[in-house]
């Protein structure tokens, strides 16, 4: 298994501010992921961040709303940039480990509400 | 498109009854499907996959390809298992998950 740690754990914004949070890992991992779980939705994945490349985003997250760092193989931040209330909602990031292909591990996740 | 589906938000049984949480999917070829569980204040974590046909905390899913579904079954409910329930696929196209939408199951005494 993996040990994933975030921070912060939860935060209140006011729109129009930046929140930026971060992901440790306590092993080197080649992927990492960024998802969003909206109040009463589902998992939403955000976007792929690979050490070393651009951040690859799904389709309706674009890079300078949702701008992401992978400066080594154990740490990510994702940022969430001019936000407004319909950016509150649990932000999580796992890493892809295991002896099978698409086992993920999740962190804990940061709950963030924006005013 | 690919496509998880799980039709109930909310399954309450009582302790010892039967569980089913069902999932359907949409996928074109032969999926690989997982079941992810997030108990309260933990976080989200691999119950199980279909390739690897195991029984993991009583919990079994067998998947079906004539009815494209997936669904969570345990001949036995337990109060410890009331927790958020999440189908979940690969997809084919991008290699990401893709989730349901979970299912809260409560397990009353």
């Known amino acids: 298994s993996a040990v994933i740690s975030q921070k912060p754990s939860r935060d209140i914004c006011q729109r129009g501010t930046s929140l930026t949070i971060q992901c440790q890992v306590d092993?080197?991992?080649?992927?990492m992921f960024w998802y969003r779980q909206q109040p009463g939705q589902s998992l939403t994945l955000i976007a792929t961040?690979?050490?070393?490349?651009?951040?690859?985003?799904e389709s309706g997250f674009v890079i300078d709303k949702f701008p992401i760092s992978r400066p080594n193989l154990t740490f990510s931040t994702l940022t969430v940039s001019n936000m407004s209330p319909e950016d509150s909602s649990i932000y999580l990031c796992s890493v892809e480990r295991g002896t099978e292909a698409y086992e993920q591990y999740f962190g804990p996740g940061t709950r963030l509400t924006v005013t | 498109a690919q496509r998880v589906t799980q039709p109930e938000k909310l399954l309450s049984v009582f302790k010892g009854a039967p569980v089913e949480l069902k999932c359907n999917y949409s996928y074109s070829g032969s999926p690989e499907l997982f079941w992810y569980v997030q108990y309260s204040r933990q976080r989200l974590q691999l119950l199980l996959r279909h390739i690897s046909r195991e029984s993991i905390k009583g919990f079994t899913a067998d998947l079906n390809k004539g009815e494209t579904s997936f669904h969570l079954k345990k001949p036995f409910a337990q109060e410890e298992d009331s927790a958020m329930y999440y189908c979940a696929l690969i997809s084919s196209n991008t290699g990401k998950l893709i989730f349901g939408q979970g299912t809260t199951l409560q397990v009353k005494p």
């Open positions: 092993s080197q991992v080649t992927m």
């Open positions: 961040a690979n050490q070393g490349s651009e951040a690859t985003y």
